[in-house]
């Protein structure tokens, strides 16, 4: 209800579209955390989940359903630590991963991988809506695995392509990224794991900073330090470059196609300051996110910003893509700044709809964060069609 409300008020703009979304924020955002938070409680007290039927073949009409159960949506504070922090975050992980692949076992989505100069980028479609990815020097033979959330999927693949892993990437501590870091190290034994020493990742061995380069035959991939979703994640962008070819990011939950992650161990603040390190970057850099969350958050873009016609072409093409059930990776970030309202936060449209106006001392980074923040909350109220 909150959407359909979000999306009236939009049609206008100036400061009565300002008081409406204000009073949407005030209002539904309580109350929807607070049934939020009960319904979390509910379906984490009890030890089985609702399953969903088996995908549909290839012959029959595509009809959108519910992503599997994702242990990060508004659950709260609670069960953050507990999913982050403890034992019992990794049980609920291997309970998803075990689902998934009975329920996908062939991935959630088709993927297509592109081959440049040499450098081979394969995305990997793990659990529910997750993506591992491989980055292979071909010359070489050798790998480079991202967020192997699933050891199984990602190995399958290394043997497949006939190559040898000698380094994981990973963006973030949570589950769904870095669960297969374990097995996967172990079953090679010159493999090793980078990351953030702020962040715990599972069995890290080479800690990264921001700025740092990790070179793997012809790859040359850096870390760029991104805080916000968790305190230590990062991003990895591959230098086009040595392979005269476009840069490619990987952004774990730090940016999706038309979307970006939650706060969790941020601010605002410095969440737009991370998403200010990705507008950077050139805009035909390849983005590989780290989720397939496309068609809800161009739905949601279009309650925010109706009259982007970007949006609209885009989100024309990826109801195509998943009609087939066709990944929607990757995208580039000269598309991204047309439509994904996150990186948006300095367009004048979105400032006046949405706006706080500048802040006490006229900062406009004060404005833009609040704005982000705004857009976050709206986001976490939305619902897909």
Request: aromatic share 6%; with cysteine; glycine share 8%.
């Amino acid at each position: 209800m909150a959407a359909v409300v979000a999306a009236t008020a939009l049609k206008g703009r100036g400061a009565r579209n300002a008081r409406v979304l204000r009073g949407i924020l005030s209002g539904a955002a309580a109350n929807k955390a607070s049934q939020n938070r009960s319904r979390a409680l509910q379906s984490h007290s009890s030890p089985e989940c609702k399953e969903e039927p088996e995908p549909l073949s290839p012959e029959l009409e595509y009809i959108p359903r519910k992503r599997g159960k994702n242990p990060m949506k508004a659950v709260g504070l609670a069960w953050y630590s507990l999913y982050t922090r403890t034992w019992l975050g990794y049980l609920f992980y291997r309970q998803q991963l075990r689902r998934a692949r009975n329920r996908y076992p062939k991935g959630h989505s088709r993927t297509q991988p592109r081959l440049f100069n040499g450098v081979k980028v394969l995305p990997i479609p793990v659990l529910a809506d997750n993506y591992s990815y491989l980055i292979i020097d071909t010359q070489a033979r050798l790998a480079v695995a991202v967020d192997p959330s699933d050891p199984q999927a990602v190995q399958a693949s290394i043997e497949k392509e006939g190559v040898n892993l000698v380094a994981i990437l990973c963006t973030h501590k949570h589950w769904d990224h870095s669960g297969g870091n374990r097995d996967l190290s172990r079953r090679h034994q010159d493999c090793r794991v980078y990351g953030s020493p702020q962040d715990s990742i599972p069995y890290l061995t080479h800690p990264l900073c921001h700025q740092d380069v990790v070179s793997v035959g012809r790859l040359q991939i850096r870390a760029l330090a991104t805080p916000g979703h968790t305190q230590g994640h990062l991003v990895y962008l591959l230098d086009g470059e040595p392979y005269e070819g476009p840069s490619c990011l990987f952004s774990g939950d730090l940016l999706f196609l038309s979307g970006c992650g939650r706060t969790f161990e941020g601010t605002a603040e410095t969440m737009l300051s991370s998403l200010d390190t990705v507008l950077g970057l050139g805009d035909d850099t390849l983005l590989w996110p780290g989720h397939e969350y496309a068609e809800e958050n161009l739905g949601f873009a279009g309650v925010v910003e109706p009259e982007n016609l970007a949006r609209e072409r885009k989100m024309q093409w990826v109801q195509r893509q998943r009609m087939e059930r066709k990944s929607t990776c990757p995208s580039t970030l000269g598309e991204e700044r047309s439509y994904n309202p996150f990186l948006r936060t300095h367009c004048p449209v979105l400032q006046e709809a949405l706006g706080p106006g500048p802040g006490p001392t006229g900062d406009d980074g004060c404005s833009r964060a609040r704005l982000l923040e705004r857009l976050r909350q709206l986001k976490d109220l939305h619902k897909s069609k």
